[in-house]
């Protein structure tokens, strides 16, 4: 505890009272004096051992392929930009897949693989849109996602 060494005067100051505020000045000097320590020690802490460590032998990762669209309205339906005959959807699609994915372009397997997203005007029957998904499966497309607009903005 510390003392008050400045009284009000007067005869009630017969002696010191006692004051309950802690010094918290020697505590802030050797919190100061700890963290010069401690950064001067760190550096010096680091491990000096030698290690052969084996060299990386990754691969880079190849882009994705680019997503196949299929459009679908009153006008016919579209595989990207081009009009096609709904007989003809399986492959003019195969060939669309081909052209964005030029890294699978050999691989019939990895072409069937990929995903084919469609998309129709909300005022479209869907039965045209069950025909154009059954078109795709007839040639082998099997993952196909339909597509929608977000209104909720």
Same mark, same amino acid.
């Given at each position: 505890? %510390? =003392? !008050?060494? $400045? /009284? /009000? =005067?007067? !005869?009630k100051s017969r002696g010191l009272e006692v004051n309950a505020d802690p010094?918290?000045?020697?505590?802030?000097?050797? *919190?100061l004096v700890l963290l010069i320590i401690f950064m001067i020690a760190a550096?010096? +802490? +680091?491990?000096?051992?030698?290690? +052969? *460590?084996?060299?990386?032998?990754?691969?880079? $990762?190849?882009?994705?392929?680019?997503?196949?669209?299929?459009?679908?309205?009153?006008?016919?339906?579209?595989? *990207?930009?081009? @009009?096609?005959?709904?007989? %003809?959807?399986?492959?003019?699609?195969?060939?669309?897949?081909?052209?964005? +994915?030029? @890294?699978? %372009?050999?691989?019939?397997?990895?072409?069937?693989? @990929?995903?084919?997203?469609?998309?129709?005007? $909300?005022?479209?029957?869907?039965?045209?849109?069950?025909?154009? *998904?059954?078109?795709? @499966?007839? !040639?082998?497309?099997? !993952?196909? /996602?339909?597509? %929608?607009?977000?209104?909720?903005?």
């Amino acid at each position: 505890m %510390a =003392g !008050k060494l $400045s /009284g /009000g =005067g007067g !005869k009630k100051s017969r002696g010191l009272e006692v004051n309950a505020d802690p010094n918290v000045i020697p505590f802030i000097d050797i *919190m100061l004096v700890l963290l010069i320590i401690f950064m001067i020690a760190a550096p010096i +802490s +680091s491990v000096d051992i030698e290690v +052969s *460590m084996p060299d990386a032998r990754i691969q880079p $990762s190849q882009r994705p392929p680019r997503p196949t669209w299929i459009s679908v309205n009153n006008d016919g339906v579209f595989v *990207m930009n081009d @009009q096609v005959d709904l007989n %003809a959807l399986g492959e003019a699609t195969y060939e669309a897949v081909r052209a964005n +994915s030029p @890294q699978i %372009a050999n691989d019939e397997f990895e072409i069937m693989d @990929q995903r084919i997203y469609i998309r129709a005007d $909300s005022d479209l029957a869907y039965r045209e849109v069950v025909r154009v *998904m059954n078109r795709l @499966q007839d !040639k082998g497309f099997t !993952k196909i /996602g339909l597509v %929608a607009e977000d209104r909720r903005r």
